[in-house]
C-alpha cells in the first residue's frame, strides 16, 4: 500500500508513465539525501530539478490534454498519473511538489480556454521545459477575486494590464503565468477577465520571494503590460467559473504530497526507533511508543485508500455526476490534516532526532503545516463541504458502480466543468451501503452508530436560523460529516483492493475516537441546543479493543523497518 522507492514499479501505467515516474525517483535518489538536506537549509532554488523535469519531457507529457498534444500518444490529462508523480515528489519533500502543483494552477484557465492560440503557445511552452503559474492572489485582498487590483485598461484593440499579484507559486520564472484582473470602467461580473502572462515579458517585474524557502513564491507587479486579443482566456463570468473551477482541478493534489511526505516520514522513523536502544530495550518496546507507531499507520493507510479511490469519481465525472467536488474537499482539508496528524506522531517519537538538520523529518514537520493552508484554507473547505450534507445523507440516488481508473484517458471533463453553482443539487450513491458491507468489523459498526446520531441530530434537533448563519457551529458539525463521507470512500476501496480487515478495524478504531471528539466539540459550542448537546453526547464511544489485532497490525509497522532509507 505504501510507497517504496526501492521497488516502485507501477505495472497498471504504460511503460512511458512508468520510465518518467522512475526516471524521477533516480534522479533524486542519485542526488542523494545529504544534497536534498543541504539545499532544503540553505534555500536553493530548486533549478536543478526544473531543468530534469524539463529534460525528460515530465511536466509537458504528464500536463498536455490530448487535444493540445500535438498527437503525441504519452500526452494526456491523466489524473491517476497526475497522483502518482504528486505522491512522489512529496515523498521528496513539499520543494518539490511544490513547482509542479503551481504549475497545474496555472494551466488551469489555459486549458479550459476556447482560445486556441493560448492553448497552443502553453503547450510549445511546456515542451521547451516551462513551468507555470496562477496570478490569482493579491496581497491586500488574498484570493478574494471580487476585489482585484489588477486593472486593464483599453488600448487600441487590445488592454494594459497594470497591478501587482502575491504569493504566487513559479511567479519568478514562469512562461505561462495565467493572470486574473478586471476591465476598467466596466460593471459587474463582465468586469472580470483572465489572461496570459510570460515572466520574461519586460513589462513583468518580479518584486520579491515573500518566503523563506527553496520555493519562490512571488510577489510579481504589472507596469503597462501589453494584453492583445491572442493573450485572453476568459472574460466574465466565464473567468470566475475558470478560477474555482482551476482551483478544484489543482487542489486534488495536496492529498497526495501530504501523503508522500508521511510515507517518508514514517520510514525514517520507525527505522531509527526500532533501532535504538534507551534503557536496555528497543525503544519500539515502550507501550506508548507502539501505540503512536500504529496510529500512525492506520490514519496514513486511511489517507492512501480515500485518496485513491477518490481519483476514481474524478476520472469518471461528467455533467451528470459530479460526486467529485465533495470529494475534492476533503482530500483537500481532511487528508492534509491526517498528513499532520501522522508526521506528528512520529516526530513525538523521535523527538530530538526530528530536529537534526540531515533528516527528512526536520523538512517535513516545518512543511507540512502549510499544506491545509493552500487552495483555500480548512474552514473554506469545511464551508464547501457542508453545502452537499443534506444530499448526501437524505436525498441518495442510483449510480452505475465506478471501476478503478488507472486506464490511460485523458480526463478532459475536468477542464469543460461548467459553471462553479448547484453544488446542493449534486446527488450521491447511498453512503450506507458501504457501511453496511463492513459490518462484520467491530469498529465499522460502531462508527457506524456514530453515524446515525448526526442523522438523528439533523432531523430531530436541526439547526436553526441563526445557528445556520454561525459558521463556528456549522463548521463543527461539518467536521462530523466529513468523517463520514471519509469513512465511505476508505470502506470502497478496502473492498476493491482487499485490505485486511484487522487494517480496516484499527483504523475505524481512530475514526471512532474522532468522531468522539468531534462530537464533544458541537456539544461545547455556544449555541449549542440542550437536544443537540443531548444528541452529540449520545454519540460518544470508546473503540473495540482487540489486543491480538493491534499486535499484528504493530507487526506491519514494526516490518518496515529498515525497509526504506534514502541514498545518502
Not at 101 to 114: D, M
Not at 328 to 333: E, R
Not at 445 to 466: C, H, I, M, R, S
Not at 562 to 567: C, K, L, N, S
Request: net charge negative.
Amino acid at each position: 500500500m505504501l510507497l517504496n522507492p526501492r521497488e516502485h514499479d507501477p505495472a497498471h501505467f504504460d511503460a512511458e508513465t512508468r520510465r518518467l515516474l522512475r526516471a524521477t525517483i533516480d534522479w533524486f535518489e542519485q542526488r542523494g539525501k545529504a544534497k536534498l538536506t543541504e539545499d532544503y537549509h540553505n534555500r536553493t532554488f530548486y533549478a536543478d530539478f526544473v531543468e530534469f523535469a524539463g529534460k525528460e519531457g515530465l511536466f509537458s507529457t504528464f500536463l498536455t490534454p490530448a487535444a493540445n498534444a500535438g498527437g503525441n500518444p504519452g500526452k494526456r490529462w491523466d489524473t491517476a498519473r497526475i497522483a502518482a508523480l504528486s505522491e512522489i515528489l512529496g515523498f521528496y519533500g513539499l520543494n518539490y511538489w511544490y513547482p509542479w502543483q503551481v504549475t497545474i494552477l496555472g494551466l488551469g484557465p489555459v486549458w479550459q480556454s476556447g482560445n486556441e492560440a493560448a492553448r497552443q503557445r502553453a503547450a510549445e511552452a511546456l515542451d521547451a521545459g516551462g513551468v507555470g503559474a496562477f496570478g490569482l492572489s493579491e496581497k491586500d485582498h488574498g484570493a478574494d477575486i471580487y476585489a482585484t487590483d489588477m486593472v486593464l485598461t483599453k488600448d487600441g484593440d487590445g488592454y494594459r494590464a497594470t497591478g501587482s499579484k502575491y504569493y504566487i507559486g513559479n511567479g519568478n520564472c514562469a512562461r505561462t503565468v495565467s493572470v486574473f484582473g478586471r476591465i476598467d470602467g466596466v460593471e459587474g461580473p463582465d468586469q472580470y477577465v483572465f489572461f496570459y502572462a510570460d515572466s520574461e515579458h519586460p513589462d513583468y517585474h518580479v518584486v520579491k520571494n515573500v518566503v523563506p524557502s527553496q520555493m519562490y513564491v512571488a510577489e510579481f507587479r504589472l507596469e503597462d503590460y501589453p494584453v492583445r486579443a491572442e493573450d485572453i482566456l476568459h472574460v466574465g463570468a466565464e473567468a470566475f467559473s475558470a478560477a474555482l473551477n482551476t482551483v478544484n482541478i489543482g487542489k486534488f493534489n495536496l492529498c497526495f504530497g501530504g501523503i508522500g511526505m508521511a510515507t517518508h516520514s514514517l520510514y525514517e522513523a520507525i527505522t531509527h526507533a526500532h533501532n535504538r536502544v534507551l534503557y536496555g530495550k528497543p525503544v519500539t518496546d515502550f507501550p506508548h511508543v507502539r501505540r503512536e507507531f500504529v496510529e500512525a499507520y492506520a490514519r496514513l493507510a486511511g489517507m492512501k485508500l480515500f485518496s485513491d479511490r477518490a481519483v476514481d469519481y474524478f476520472r469518471s465525472a461528467h455533467a451528470e455526476d459530479r460526486r467529485y467536488l465533495l470529494y475534492n474537499p476533503i482530500t483537500k482539508m481532511k487528508v492534509t490534516t491526517e498528513a499532520q496528524k501522522v508526521i506528528g506522531l512520529v516526530a513525538d517519537v523521535v523527538a530530538a532526532k526530528g530536529f537534526e538538520a540531515d533528516t527528512y523529518l526536520a523538512m517535513s514537520k516545518n512543511d507540512i503545516d502549510g499544506l491545509p493552508k493552500l487552495e483555500g484554507t480548512v474552514a473554506v473547505n469545511l464551508a464547501l463541504i457542508a453545502k452537499f450534507m443534506p444530499a448526501y445523507l437524505f436525498a441518495p440516488r442510483e449510480y452505475p458502480p465506478v471501476p478503478t481508473r488507472t486506464d490511460a484517458a485523458d480526463d478532459e471533463f475536468l477542464f469543460r466543468q461548467g459553471p462553479a453553482r448547484g453544488l446542493s443539487k449534486v446527488r450521491f450513491h447511498d453512503w450506507k451501503t458501504a457501511y453496511a458491507e463492513a459490518a462484520h468489523i467491530p469498529n465499522v459498526a460502531l462508527f457506524t452508530e456514530q453515524a446515525g446520531y448526526l442523522v438523528k441530530l439533523l432531523t430531530e434537533a436541526a439547526p436553526d436560523e441563526a445557528q445556520q448563519a454561525d459558521l463556528d457551529f456549522g463548521l463543527a458539525l461539518t467536521e462530523l460529516f466529513t468523517l463520514i463521507v471519509y469513512g465511505q470512500l476508505i470502506l470502497e476501496q478496502a473492498r476493491i483492493t482487499g485490505v485486511d480487515d484487522e487494517v480496516v478495524d484499527q483504523l475505524f478504531a481512530v475514526l471512532v475516537q474522532d468522531f468522539s471528539a468531534a462530537a464533544v466539540d458541537l456539544n461545547g459550542k455556544a449555541s449549542s441546543t440542550e437536544a443537540q448537546q443531548a444528541i452529540a453526547l449520545a454519540a460518544v464511544r470508546k473503540p473495540v479493543v482487540d489486543a491480538e489485532r493491534f499486535e499484528n497490525v504493530w507487526a506491519r509497522v514494526r516490518a518496515l523497518s529498515g525497509v526504506y532509507a534514502m541514498t545518502p
